[in-house]
């Protein structure tokens, strides 16, 4: 059976640095387009259906971060696969944005 592309939108609103959750329940994540954006250091929070959302770190504890510079790129699935165990996902950058933004998940049911 042929699995269905999906896109989301998730939206960093002009003067904050976190966007809004993202549901991926039963969804993979294909990658992450990272639109034009002030000079940043993108990182994640995560949440299982609670809602208590969490930087998501790796083993020695240090945030899950990628450095995106002005953007205009894509992420990888590659990259993004420490976000598969989770429901929820929310979008963080290191500096207020100037303008809104918004980024697209690349997902497939």
Known sequence: MARIMD????KILSGE???GATDV?????????????DNSTLTFKVSSS???????KDKTGAAI???VG???I???SDGLSPLAAYRKIKIVLSVNQTADRTFI????E
Do not use: D, H, Q, R
């Not at 896109?7 to 998730?10: C, H, Q």
């Open 7 to 10: 896109e989301n939108e998730a």
């Open 50 to 56: 609670t809602g208590n959302y969490v930087v998501l």
């Open 17 to 19: 640095t976190e966007s």
């Open 65 to 67: 971060s990628f450095t």
């Open 105 to 108: 998940w690349v997902l497939k």
């Open 74 to 76: 894509a992420l990888s």
């Open 25 to 37: 329940s039963y969804l993979a994540i294909y990658g992450l387009i990272v639109p034009a954006i």
């Open 70 to 72: 002005t953007g205009g």
